[in-house]
């Protein structure tokens, strides 16, 4: 009986879900429509673009592998109670880890190689969000403002960093290429598609397994739900608040770990188009539940693989994929802010 109540929960949460990407495309279509573009094309150019050939899906999974990882580190963040805007940053700082550890370690097999660039890229991306987790307990600093500037201060400095000290020759700023030994596996020969994948959707099962199967995830969920009444039951909320904020950071540095090893073997400047701020996107959809993240993460790898085609064939603007993850997330908070609202307006009556 508990089993069955328990699915008969999921698919309540499931179909809110559902409608608010029916409603996103219906508005984002009703948008074309307005703005004069057929958005029968525009919609089929997309389809087509993330899962009309072989190729087109191989590089819809490539596109989702490094939102998978982001999606992860900000729907962690959010189960303890954190915001964490600052995935970019930390992508950045563990994309630059992975690529120093390809480039100068030597002499390694091909799996202990892989092995240590990416453990040591989600260190990185774990302490540096850590610093927003400590100032958090420490100072009461609210994340959302710490992670920010966080984030420009990690890009600037690898910035800094790929344009003199750690530059290849050539007008490019960006490191020289990594040892072969560290280079991720193709899944499909010639496409981006690597086993960056894999170890993301194993991502996606341990992030699950620690939220739910652990004492750690356990209290970082009862502190995200109530900080107060977790401290009252004995939970150290500041520990947990730094752990949800190293956790997080660990997995956006793993973001940033795939892209060099797996599709660029180097770090070069503007590495990233935005995984980080997107994996907000993928997180909300997905309500932060980890195994959701997986086909949240697809879906906009979908979006960002589809846009190509639908820049080169139609008159739409690829950019018109923003559009629709604005509207996700539009979608996604509105019911929470009239929620937010009513309880307000409740406790101003009383």
């Known amino acids: 009986m508990n089993a069955r109540l328990y699915r008969m929960l999921r698919l309540q ?18 948008v074309l429509a307005v703005a004069g573009y057929n958005p029968f094309e525009a919609y089929g150019a997309l389809a087509r673009g993330s899962f009309g050939s072989l ?13 998978l990882f982001t999606g992860l580190a900000v729907a962690i963040a959010f189960r303890g109670g954190l915001f964490n805007i600052g995935a970019e ?60 500037m966080l984030n420009y201060i990690a890009i600037s400095l690898t910035d800094y960093l790929v344009n003199y000290t750690f530059k290849a020759e050539g007008m490019v700023p960006r490191t020289e290429e990594i040892a072969q030994s560290a280079t991720l596996l193709q899944l499909l020969p010639h496409s981006q598609w ?26 970082i969920r009862a502190v995200g739900l109530n900080a107060g009444a977790a401290r009252t039951g004995g939970v150290s909320v500041g520990r947990r608040i730094v752990l949800a904020m190293l956790v997080s950071g660990a997995f956006a540095g793993l973001a940033g770990a795939v892209e060099v090893l797996g599709v660029h073997h180097y770090f070069v400047k503007g590495l990233s188009p935005g995984y980080g701020f997107d994996g907000i996107a993928v997180a909300v959809l997905a309500r932060n539940h980890p195994l959701g993240v997986i086909l949240s993460a697809i ?23 923003i ?7 539009l979608f996604v908070a509105i019911p929470w802010l009239f929620r937010h609202l009513r309880l307000k307006k409740r406790g101003d009556a009383r």
């Not at 949460?13 to 009703?30: A, N």
């Not at 190729?55 to 939102?67: M, Q, R, V």
């Not at 979006?303 to 690829?318: F, Y």
């Open 13 to 30: 949460e499931l179909g809110p879900t559902v409608g608010v990407l029916l409603l996103s495309f219906v508005v984002g279509g009703l």
């Open 55 to 67: 190729d087109a899906i191989a590089n819809t999974l490539a596109k989702s592998t490094p939102l």
């Open 89 to 148: 940053g930390q992508l950045h700082l563990g994309a630059l880890t992975a690529a120093l550890a390809g480039v100068y370690f030597h002499g390694l097999p091909g799996f202990l190689h892989i092995a240590i660039a990416m453990i040591l890229a989600g260190v990185a991306g774990a302490l540096w969000s850590s610093i927003a987790g400590w100032m958090k307990v420490r100072w009461n600093a609210h994340e959302v403002i710490v992670t920010i």
């Open 194 to 219: 690597t086993i960056g994948f894999l170890f993301a959707l194993a991502g996606a099962a341990v992030a699950y397994w620690f939220l739910q199967r652990t004492v750690a995830g356990y209290e």
């Open 299 to 321: 879906l906009f790898g979908a979006l960002r693989s589809g846009s190509m085609l639908l820049d080169r064939t139609t008159d739409v603007p690829g950019d018109f994929v």
């Open 323 to 329: 559009i629709i993850q604005a509207l996700v997330i």
